[in-house]
């Protein structure tokens, strides 16, 4: 039998009897598991082994379990509905936990109703904001007695665990960082039209190069190969599109913004010192990344090198990179020169 959720709109189907059902009183049985049962899900979610439809359910029925939902109608999956999720849902469940800790029932949280102009959920994390500052609002209150303060050591303990299930702080983000690629390019969403990979030379989505590019920022020796412009493109769109403060993005403007400068050092443009370049005076107009590129062409060497001239495979890198680049550069530069006579 194929049925509606009430509180999802999604149809599932249930065996053992034909036909289909529409109604306010179905919903799908996610939303009968208790809170505690849904707050262990958050470690396969963090691990890309949701679907974009489980993972959706599961924010739904997180936002059920506070109690401070009214549903008047069921809830509808726009385009933007995966990157809310994916950019809201460690929120959610930081929130679920606090709230859970009250038993104060003279305790008030602002409550929400999702009908024809808040189906689209757009606005959820306007309320996930208003129920944190409500909670800090009531916990500034409980931490006057010596009660209320064991109550926020264990709530801390609870977050904590919460930060685990997601990715632990012990562990290196190379280990989990094709989880954070995949959760980055549904949370920002990444545009899917078609490209080359630079690199490869293969066909793919703009979102699957930058997830590419995400995976390799976590190894140092790749970052020689990643194109300095579709880095920078890649970190402006995150910061663009992709909510600050969760566990997930905070990881990943980091890993991002690290992989610049290492990239810069690798090159070894950190070491160079502009003020000796003979390769040419700069103008008054010269940007940084101008001067940094003139002097880490200048430093190159004369031949092309050869990895056993080199103390290590770092070092190697570095020099064909820089022999590469004067290279091309004068190759522009007699180009130029021959247009001109």
Known sequence: MKLTCAYS???????HFPGSLSSRDIIHPVFQFPQKKLLSYLGDWGKSNLTPTDSYLLFLALLNSTELIEWRTGAIRTARTDSLVASH???LCKSVIKLNTVT????IFPHYVIGQDTRTLDSVDTWIQNWNDSFTDYKAGKLKDIQGRDEWKKLNIREVALTRLICSPHKPISSYVGQLAEWAAIAGSFPTFAMKNPHTGLTLSCA???KYLIQKCAHNEALYAIRRADLTELLEHCEEHISHGTRY????????????ERQRN???LGDLDISVSRFAILSSDSTAETANMKALIDSA???EPRSEEYPNRIAFLKAKMRWEMAKKYRTVDDESEEIEE
Do not use: C
């Not at 709109?9 to 065996?15: A, G, Q, R």
């Not at 993005?249 to 610049?260: P, S, T």
């Open 9 to 15: 709109s999604i149809e599932f189907t249930v065996e």
């Open 89 to 91: 849902l460690e929120n």
């Open 104 to 107: 104060d029932v003279s305790a």
């Open 208 to 210: 699957d190069y930058w």
């Open 249 to 260: 993005a905070d990881k990943l403007f980091e890993l991002l913004r690290h992989a610049l």
């Open 266 to 268: 690798f090159l070894g």
């Open 301 to 303: 060497p004369d031949h």
